[in-house]
T-cell receptor
């Protein structure tokens, strides 16, 4: 059973608007969360992370929100750009064993010009 | 700086054949890992290593072997390939500390087809 779930396989937004990608997890031991971006035929690349001591982390156009009680995190991209079109994976781990990452199934974002 | 290098990028095997996927990193990272990516499943951890001589199992270790004799290299061996091992394989490395603890640096992937 997947411990990290991304229930939206795809998302389409207009350039300049906000993109919101969602992720849910079931394991209450997870305390570190990351988002990765993946282009076709390339490996995933790190985007942004958040630890469970925070509920928000911001890096330029990217903001990750964490709701521990709901076991839910989201990635906001504002404003969205066509170059943001990619597959986004969320991942979770425990700081006691941060080498074991559990990934969601990914959300394919399409930003239309 | 090459980062994480995987070879081969593409491979076709017949059921029962064996092969090794190579992974090398030049960032002196202590931690290395192998993931497989399947449609609708995301990336799943196969095996990982916290340093030379130390390996451990991930979520889906069956059918795969690993060893870590040097910091740089972490090969993944398929002893007897099965069609269920058709997938895209990613090697990753990481290090403790820094601003993004545990951030994974991925290779470009190796696409394996088992007929």
């Amino acid at each position: 059973d997947q411990q990290v779930k991304q229930n939206s396989p795809s998302l389409s937004v207009q350039e300049g608007r906000i993109s919101i990608l969602n992720c849910d997890y079931t394991n209450s031991m997870f305390d570190y969360f990351l988002w990765y971006k993946k282009y076709p035929a390339e490996g995933p690349t790190f985007l942004i992370s958040i630890s469970s001591i925070k509920d928000k982390n911001e890096d330029g156009r990217f903001t990750v929100f964490l709701n521990k009680s709901a076991k839910h995190l989201s990635l906001h991209i504002v404003p969205s750009q066509p170059g943001d079109s990619a597959v986004y994976f969320c991942a979770a781990s425990s700081l006691y064993n941060f080498n074991k990452f559990y990934f969601g199934s990914g959300t394919k974002l399409n930003v239309k010009p | 700086n090459a980062g994480v290098t995987q070879t081969p990028k593409f491979q076709v095997l017949k059921t029962g054949q064996s092969m090794t996927l190579q992974c090398a990193q030049d960032m002196n990272h202590e931690y290395m890992s192998w993931y497989r990516q399947d449609p609708g499943m995301g990336l799943r951890l196969i095996h990982y290593s916290v340093g030379a001589g130390i390996t451990d199992q991930g979520e889906v270790p069956n059918g795969y072997n690993v060893s870590r004799s040097t910091t740089e290299d972490f090969p993944l061996r398929l002893l007897s390939a099965a069609p269920s091992q058709t997938s895209v394989y990613f090697c990753a490395s990481s290090y403790e500390g820094g601003s993004n603890t545990g951030e994974l640096f991925f290779g470009e992937g190796s696409r394996l087809t088992v007929l």
